[in-house]
């Protein structure tokens, strides 16, 4: 049974930085490429970060591109999402996606996953 369990979402202010993990099991870590989205009352979920899963590439949405950073550690199962300088657009449930890797690509659209996490709410106060 394959499992991704996020955590580390908590209310913050802005400003402030959080670690969020996402611990996967069930599946052969190592071969899967990852993502990180994120859903706001009212709003549509959307991509934040990707990372391959052979190379370490990455990508990012505009909107958190020099504050985030997506990172994985295959010996340990977790893909990682470090955001720096929150602010209160960043406030959303974020969740973890993973999809077996094709030739290096970072995935984009929520379509491209094929498992998915719970979710961990991140609140950013003013």
């Known amino acids: 049974q394959v499992q991704l369990v996020e955590s580390g979402g908590r209310s913050v202010q802005a400003g402030d930085t959080l670690r969020l993990s996402c611990a996967v099991s069930g599946l052969t870590f190592r071969s899967y490429a990852m993502g990180w989205f994120r859903q706001a009352p009212g709003k549509e979920r959307e991509f934040v970060a990707g990372i391959n899963w052979n190379s370490g590439r990455s990508d990012y949405t505009d909107s958190v591109k020099g504050r985030f950073t997506i990172s994985r550690d295959d010996a340990k199962n977790t893909v990682f999402l470090q955001m720096n300088s929150l602010n209160v657009e960043d406030t959303a449930v974020y969740y973890c996606?993973?999809?077996?890797?094709?030739?290096?690509?970072?995935?984009?659209?929520?379509?491209?996953?094929?498992?998915w996490g719970q979710g961990t709410q991140v609140t950013v106060s003013s």
């Open positions: 996606a993973a999809r077996l890797g094709t030739s290096g690509y970072v995935y984009l659209n929520n379509h491209h996953y094929t498992y």
